[in-house]
């Protein structure tokens, strides 16, 4: 897979073991429990030997012949947090089998010297006269003495490089901590042409995650003369980047200042990290594609959602346009946020717990609405940074940012949009109950703000998930309605010709447009063609950078993603928590089809179609968008606006239920072999 990918400058990086009959096998871990079915297959068999001076018990390779292994054990994933579904479907693999599959290049790691040769097996031997030197263009290894004995062997063509480990583990030849010969590069360039560290030894993390400053590694080792080679990188790291979640945003730390800029990547994502270098870095330029950069709340994954601070961020950001979800307050204030209850965006929990009452009409949870609350009862609360995956899989979002930033009213977001490179989407939901339950009029509380705002010069985008509330909108020549809908497997050409009579485009759902199934993608919807075929443009939503929201089939890349759905899809915009991402690649020559070196998208279903077994979906397909989904009757009339109380209003429901809106439908680098992938960053210089 890493193969599939690769450019010119893409080295396979094969940690070598040894079976007891010399074979060189290419596997991640010295204990083979790590990364294969072994113990299935050789129950109650395992050893304990000292190694590095550590009791460490496992099965190994040297106990086992080459053909043992190759019978009976078969690779399995040893990041539990990964899916399993290639589990067992590739042999181990020898060091021959993977040089016969031709690398551009081919990196061998040697780290246990030490201990083979105290079981009688000759690493060095194994290395000139089965494989030969003409065969490696990187040698490494975490042992002085084996790079110091191979330097007198290798031709100029074989570049040796020392490996360090943690800087408290004690190299095996001297004796000492990582830590302290790294202090000596000058020692080290007498018999290593570079070295590959562990990316924190140059940029550090401090106790909460974030980056530190920066070391004088790169540069230092530089000076002699030694390449630096930066390892560990993934693309599914629980701690990402600065709680960015975007791997291309790490990769570029390294390579962004020509004084400190690492000579490569060792990764398990080499797809990644060669966009990176070849067309992601240092673009501040014209987008190449038309496609819409449309916040989520505002850089929402940068700051708690809705906030002064998330709008400012998304405008540095880059976005063209940015969003207000409108909802109400008991004295009539129309403000931004995501939701109607404030318990998951702000402190409410902590102020209004009495105000917790039943709606179901709104949402199955109990909440304290904001309708039940005076904007100045809201304006004490504190925003609250939210991570839709921060419960089931502990990620979290920027907590240095936890309750950063202030709510604002749609009249100051409009004021702040106003005057800046920017265009605005309104995004109107609940209209129907808040003016027959609670006597708002949220769409006149919009239409009057708008206009006062005065953004004629503005693009406007007035979304909602009811056709009755764009219909109010028809004769506002200047503002572009857009139709939300819930997930759908497909558009009937009956179906866009009525969506085009109230609305001028459609939100859908990524899965809308390409079907999920198994982590992986299956096969893309009907849903844009149909829509473009009637002039109603398509935006997809939501667009997220952390890895457990990304198909299989783009890598945990969210780059790979926004690419997929602008080129290959071909939205008209999408709407995205972290808008700088999108921009990135937007703005890059990698969105340009036609440029030498492009981001390719990930045609859907073909990493499904080699998956080992075909399983029955796990979910039944959504239904298709009908002309009854889209057509909602007209809103109620706003009753009269009731006395203000300063008691808390009773528990329980706010009443029965109001009409509810149709439209609300309820690059590894494995390789087989656990191989990771080294990029050098010659691609800079290779004309891309």
């Known amino acids: 897979m890493a193969l599939s990918s690769a450019a010119s400058d893409l080295a396979v990086l094969c940690n070598l073991q040894l079976t007891k009959d010399s074979v060189g096998l290419c596997v991640t871990s010295l204990n083979l429990e790590n990364t294969t079915n072994i113990e299935d297959s050789f129950p109650n068999a395992s050893k304990t030997y000292k190694i590095n001076g550590e009791d460490v018990k496992g099965y190994f390779a040297m106990d086992y012949s080459f053909k043992a292994l190759r019978d009976k054990v078969t690779i399995v994933q040893n990041i539990l947090s990964r899916p399993d579904v290639f589990d067992n479907t590739c042999p181990l693999g020898s060091v021959e089998e993977v040089l016969h599959s031709r690398p551009p290049?081919?990196?061998?790691n040697v780290q246990y010297d030490s201990f083979y040769n105290e079981h009688k097996l000759n690493m060095s031997d194994y290395i000139e006269n089965t494989i030969g030197f003409q065969s490696i263009q990187y040698l490494s290894c975490t042992e002085i003495g084996f790079l110091k004995k191979m330097a007198k062997k290798v031709t100029n063509d074989t570049r040796l490089i020392f490996t360090f480990l943690g800087p408290d583990a004690i190299e095996p030849t001297e004796k000492k901590k990582y830590s302290d010969i790294l202090k000596d590069l000058k020692a080290v360039r007498a018999f290593a042409s570079g070295i590959l560290v562990p990316k924190e030894y140059i940029w550090p993390l401090n106790a909460n995650g974030y980056l530190a400053q920066r070391t004088t590694l790169v540069a230092d080792a530089h000076k002699f003369d030694l390449e630096v080679f930066a390892a560990a990188f993934a693309n599914d790291i629980p701690g990402s980047y600065n709680y960015s979640y975007d791997p291309v945003a790490e990769?570029?730390?390294?390579?962004?200042?020509?004084?400190?800029?690492?000579?490569?990547?060792v990764t398990d994502f080499s797809q990644t990290a060669a966009n990176a270098i070849a067309c992601l870095a240092g673009n501040d330029t014209d987008k190449k594609v038309n496609a819409l950069i449309i916040t989520h709340n505002g850089a929402s994954g940068t700051y708690p959602g809705c906030t002064d601070l998330a709008y400012e961020q998304a405008v540095k950001d880059g976005a063209?346009?940015?969003?207000?979800?409108?909802?109400?307050?008991?004295?009539?204030?129309?403000?931004?946020?995501?939701?109607p209850d404030l318990a998951r965006d702000t402190t409410a929990m902590s102020t209004f717990l009495t105000r917790a009452v039943s709606i179901p009409e709104i949402q199955k949870e109990k909440g304290i609405f904001s309708f039940d609350l005076t904007w100045t009862e809201i304006q004490s609360l504190k925003p609250k940074m939210y991570s839709p995956f921060e419960q089931n899989s502990g990620l979290e979002r920027n907590p240095e940012a936890k309750n950063k930033g202030k709510l604002i009213s749609l009249g100051d977001f409009l004021g702040f949009a106003k005057t800046k490179p920017v265009g605005v989407l309104i995004n109107i939901e609940n209209a129907r109950y808040l003016a027959s339950k609670m006597h708002l009029d949220v769409v006149d509380a919009v239409t009057k703000t708008l206009k006062n705002a005065s953004l004629e010069k503005k693009q406007v985008m007035i979304q909602s998930d009811d056709s009755a509330v764009l219909s109010k909108f028809k004769g506002e020549s200047g503002y572009k309605r857009l139709l939300r809908f819930e997930e759908i497997s497909?558009?009937?050409?009956?179906?866009?010709?009525?969506?085009?009579?109230?609305?001028?485009?459609?939100v859908l759902s990524r899965r809308s447009?390409?079907?999920?199934?198994?982590?992986?993608?299956?096969?893309?919807?009907?849903?844009?063609?149909?829509?473009?075929?009637?002039?109603?443009?398509?935006?997809?939503?939501?667009?997220?950078?952390?890895?457990?929201?990304i198909p299989l089939d783009y890598y945990a890349d969210p780059t790979i993603e926004i690419a997929t759905y602008v080129i290959d899809v071909e939205v008209d915009g999408i709407i995205t928590e972290f808008p700088k991402t999108a921009s990135r690649y937007l703005r890059s020559p990698c969105a340009n089809i036609h440029a030498v070196y492009t981001i390719l998208a990930s045609p859907p279903g073909e990493l499904l179609k080699i998956l080992p077994k075909r399983l029955p979906s796990k979910d039944f397909p959504p239904p298709p968008l009908e002309i009854k989904d889209i057509v909602d009757p007209p809103l109620p009339p706003v009753g009269a606006v009731p006395v203000l109380d300063s008691k808390p209003p009773p528990q329980g429901p706010h009443g029965a239920q109001a009409p509810a809106p149709s439209s609300g439908m309820a690059v590894a680098a494995n390789f087989g072999f656990s191989l990771a992938a080294f990029m050098a960053l010659g691609l800079l210089s290779m004309g891309h």
């Open 513 to 549: 447009l390409i079907d999920i199934d198994f982590d992986c993608t299956t096969k893309q919807t009907n849903a844009v063609k149909a829509l473009h075929d009637c002039n109603v443009s398509v935006y997809v939503y939501v667009m997220r950078n952390e890895f457990v929201h």
């Open 105 to 108: 290049l081919f990196w061998l």
């Open 490 to 506: 497909g558009v009937s050409k009956q179906a866009a010709e009525e969506v085009k009579k109230y609305a001028d485009g459609a």
């Open 320 to 339: 063209d346009i940015i969003d207000c979800s409108v909802q109400m307050s008991k004295d009539g204030v129309a403000f931004c946020l995501d939701s």
């Open 251 to 265: 990769y570029l730390q390294f390579i962004n200042d020509p004084n400190n800029m690492v000579d490569g990547f």
